[in-house]
DNA sequence: ATCACTTAGCTAATCGATTAGCTCGGTTTG
DNA sequence: CAAACCGAGCTAATCGATTAGCTAAGTGAT
């Protein structure tokens, strides 16, 4: 590779001319630039990274940490993330934390080594991730994104989880369901509380109220849902209707429902929260809230390229979005159930 | 933060021993050794690696392109990926390049430029590929990943398609289908011809060829698979079973079988290639040749490694992976088919 | 003609590390 | 005891860019 020395030599110009033709920092003659130009183009010059990098203190990367890389929901966030970022010059560096808390310790050091000049964080565990603010340190520009965390001063991009568990679990109680169960997902992330919250206060507000045995909680995974849901429902007196709280969880829910030899919306309506891609083919088409995640993740890139360069001048910002109820035909009147498939 | 040379003054020695102990590149006495640490933790000093970087020619990057984020199968590499990139040191860049060439060579300059170590390379298009190899400069280490490109001397990762078409369409033929169909990928791809050969051949070796009209080419995505497979299937005189090319598209044909109110495999026997996630939960099972994906991502990158840290010095490896048959029960004996629905 | 002022373009310091080559005190050897 | 050698740790050059500060030539006012 030839350097900007290489470009100055061979169009008999300082380095420091090179850099004003490429950076456009200061006025070169038309003589010059033209010059310069050609030496550029003919020594098929482009400036190392590496040495802007250092010198201007910034990386051009964005770093993308997610909590679980296997989860379509996430593997959609960076198809978004990685659009959004290039659109605005940076680059994606992306991490899997993988829902344990040290190895987001460990990446958000990486990252702080790397340079990143921004992070995109699907927070895990608890508030545990402020520790890594120095106090002397000028802070990393973070957006967090889909989860919160305890005190923390970072912008956030979040969904209302309550209003999204409120809808989907509303629509189950107006086709008349009063035995409504729920697969709930870890209840120490906000995205697992919020959703279980929402599901307890839609059935208070009629006056019920969830049979214990009823409400399970397990990771946002496929294989977790399916275990989880067998259980629940191989009970003999199960519930009508279950709210499951992630998209993929409800993959598993159908799963274990075909492999109880049960049938729904027949036997077991289901409705749930956060649409995963490739859905769309199943059938029956799931009944659910959907999240507006192409919009969240360009604003929350947004939010992040405005803090890298505006700085802490910037006040907090935390934003929430609506999720959006798409009926499906996976939810059946409870009447439907008792005729087909008497208990 | 703080500098190496802030750590060289804090413990009273030169920014070389610093730097010696860091890297364990010399021998330090113990005691300035101690002493040397001793300030690092101190002053939670990290080394910058754009320093480092400049210095060494080097980035601990790694570029993933791959040919379309949106799909679930590369989803999974990037999952892979990330974890196998990890584990050698390296974080992981990840670009898409939508399947078009000219979004690859802006991809790979700007690879250049932010000087990753190496490149992972889901190739889109013709051999264009290889311009961007200038004469001058020493080669970017590349390893391709599922898809070939003419007369390139990376090393690749590969499936083996024909094998994997062949496999599939055996198993139908054995099951008695001789009106087959098939929606391949893109002609023009490695993968979509491949498929298309490998289906080819184990017909011809029956003395069977597919009718022109049942084979249909597409993109590999769900929604050019679902209309393709509409199209194929509103035809009066439809075939008895179909091979998919690809996962993602078995979702769109499948959406299409149900749409046009046929039964899988009742009416239509279905086979792919390739597996998505979360595709487990489908009912029917899809009857599918795997990939031993993250197998395959695990040895591109080692190879990749292995190329960045000898260089030119090995010789070129192309690796060809075995798929393999899982069946499901999306495929039925032909016989089935006439006595369920009459046509 | 002189002085002040502007400005195109250059020189050289700088970012934060690595590392070739040197220094200087101590040990070995003839 | 001097010459040769050794090695721990230092000095300073270097990677490839940016940029503060300088030079020297040009312009205009007096």
Not at 26 to 37: F, H
Not at 83 to 92: E, Q, R, T
Not at 104 to 123: A, F, N
Request: aromatic share 4%.
């Amino acid at each position: 590779m030839s350097t900007i020395k290489d470009v100055a030599r061979s169009a008999g110009v300082s380095t420091a001319t090179v850099s004003a033709v490429i950076n456009d920092s200061a006025y070169v003659s038309p003589a010059l630039r033209a010059r310069v130009l050609a030496a550029i183009r003919e020594l098929n010059y482009s400036p190392s990274l590496a040495a802007q990098n250092l010198k201007r203190g910034r990386s051009q990367l964005i770093a993308l940490v997610v909590a679980d890389l296997a989860n379509p929901f996430f593997s959609r966030v960076v198809w978004a993330a990685e659009a959004a970022v290039a659109a605005w010059g940076y680059s994606l560096v992306v991490f899997n934390s993988d829902e344990k808390p040290e190895a987001e310790q460990r990446i958000l050091s990486r990252v702080r080594m790397l340079s990143c000049d921004g992070v995109l964080l699907v927070p895990v565990g608890d508030s545990t991730k402020h520790l890594q603010r120095e106090p002397d340190e000028r802070p990393l520009p973070t957006v967090l994104f889909g989860r919160t965390v305890e005190d923390d001063r970072s912008d956030t991009i979040t969904i209302d989880n309550i209003s999204a568990a409120r809808q989907a679990t509303e629509y189950l109680l107006d086709l008349g369901h009063t035995r409504v169960g729920s697969i709930t997902g870890p209840l120490h992330l906000t995205t697992g509380r919020g959703r279980l919250d929402g599901m307890l206060t839609a059935m208070k507000a009629r006056g019920l109220a969830p049979e214990p045995r009823d409400v399970r909680s397990g990771e946002f995974r496929e294989d977790a849902a399916y275990s989880v849901a067998r259980s629940l429902l191989e009970q003999p007196d199960r519930p009508t209707a279950l709210y499951v709280a992630s998209g993929l969880m409800a993959l598993g829910a159908m799963r274990a429902i075909a492999d109880l030899g049960l049938r729904c919306p027949a036997d077991i309506s289901i409705a749930s929260t956060d649409t995963i891609p490739g859905i769309g083919g199943l059938r029956p088409r799931l009944t659910r809230t959907e999240h507006p995640l192409v919009d969240m993740t360009n604003e929350a890139v947004r939010l992040l390229v405005d803090r890298i360069r505006r700085g802490a001048e910037v006040e907090q910002r935390n934003i929430v979005f609506q999720p959006s109820l798409v009926v499906g035909d996976s939810c059946a009147p409870v009447g439907l159930r008792d005729s087909q498939s008497p208990r």
